[in-house]
């Protein structure tokens, strides 16, 4: 779900009408709707798209000055209700929920929210465009010079909607788009707050998520049952248009905790694992899937589905997986091409809620497997954490693209900030890499299962190997092999993104040939 919205200060109607408006291609796929909502202070016009089914993670609230446009979802609703002293609000959907935060917490209102969301509101003069803790949904901004500020969940989507040649201005604390003159990201954990009254948009950053700093000792014992009922918590709380929902699975502790979770509060749960002719983990899911089978009480058990695809057809998912990501990081993207091909050979016909082991390698220190020394395994957690922001790995848009929504139960706000400020030592502990997740989910698994090895998802699928068989074709040598696929990513990223193209329309071949003479000519 997404949206590509120009506000205008409410005194210039005619301005919003008039203002030169495409329709928005989002790579999200879904209907898109004209909106036009007299928001507070301001007219939102633009559109919105998503599925027409009910697990529409889109909402919209209004009432008096305030209003509320939110895509995503929350996952803390009941506390939510708490706070305000009204438990009933728990039930009143998303938007409404967040719309009465607005009424008594105002733009703060952000920093209790524990969920997955962009959003735009409007709190009379005030706009408020935020997004999650961990830009979960990726948000957008351009402020114009006549106090317009237009919005959208995909930088494509805002240079159609907003008026960006009428000069767009920088945001103090905002980073400017790759390509796209005066577009920024809002940065994760930030709202981003314009006021209406001014001639030029005013705007200011409020922080409402930073990543801890400081870390916890706690006994193994406890540190085991933190995360155990953390992470079901985090699982549970996303199992919402039950039952049948799908996990992918890889059979790596990650996703199988997660699978294993999920399955044992929706009976239907279906995983499904993708391999390529290169390389698979497909053993190592079915040994999860099977499990899971056997040791659930009562028919049916989970239904466990393999995908393979062939190198070549993997590879031609990049411009896809480009184009939904908005991502310029090649290693990021080797991470989510073999996802997003697999998202889009999913059934189609009813929106999918999917629930990936995304993301736990990140707090627990998981890619450094060469790390043994508790101060470097911290330094690279802390890193990590750092240097997230941007990427957009976690971005629904991967799956929306294929009509699908994911969401990440490693990167629910409690159990990140459980995970990441857990003290080092049990994270590696008694030489194994993750311990406190594999020993916290140890009695839901196989024993093989709970000792294996890490193995990164473009290791696993063989994408590593296929984008680097696909430059050596292209005589590249292996010294400068890295530095190809981040010239490759970047060439699509400008085609795509910041030059509109649709990714059927681009010929991976002859992008890599022109990425690579660019490189040639730009010298080593
Ligand atoms: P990995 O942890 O192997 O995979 C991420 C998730 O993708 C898995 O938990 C699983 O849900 C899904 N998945 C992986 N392989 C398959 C498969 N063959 N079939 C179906 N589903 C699968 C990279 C990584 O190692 O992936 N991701 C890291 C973090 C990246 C680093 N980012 C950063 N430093 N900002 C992660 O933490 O997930
Ligand atoms: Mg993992
Ligand atoms: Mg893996």
Redesign the pocket.
Known sequence: TGFALTATPAGRRADARAGKRRIPRFATAGRVADVEVRAGDWWWTGSVVGPDASSACLSLAVDGSLAVLLAGELYNQDELAGALGDPGLAEAGDAQLLLACLKCYGPHAFRLLNGRFAALAADGGALVAATDHCGGVPLYLTAVADGRVSVATEAKTLLAVADVGAGGHPVAGLRAVRGSDGVHQVPAGGAVVAEAAAGRPRTRLVRTWTPPLHRRYLPERQALREVREALERAVHRRLRDGPGHT????G?I??SA?AALAASADGALHT????TDLR??FRE?RLVADHLARTRPGPPGPRHTEIRIGTAELLAELPWTVWASECTDPE?VE?LL??AA?YRRLPTGRPLRIL???????PLG??HREVDRPAALDDAVAH?MD??DG?N?MSPVLSGAAGHWTTHPYWDRDLLESLVTLEAGLKRRHGRDKWVLREAVADLLPAETVRRP?????E??GTTSSFTLLLREHGVPDARIAAAKGAVVRRLYDAVVAGAAHPDEIDLAHETKAALAGQDAAGP
């Open positions: 996990a992918v699975l890889s790596g990650d996703s997660v499904v694992s993708m391999g698979d983990e899911a990021v991470y073999p996802l697999l990936t082991g995304y993301g736990a390698d990140i998981g890619m990590d240097t997230f990427l790995e890490k193995l990164g998802v473009h696993g699928s």
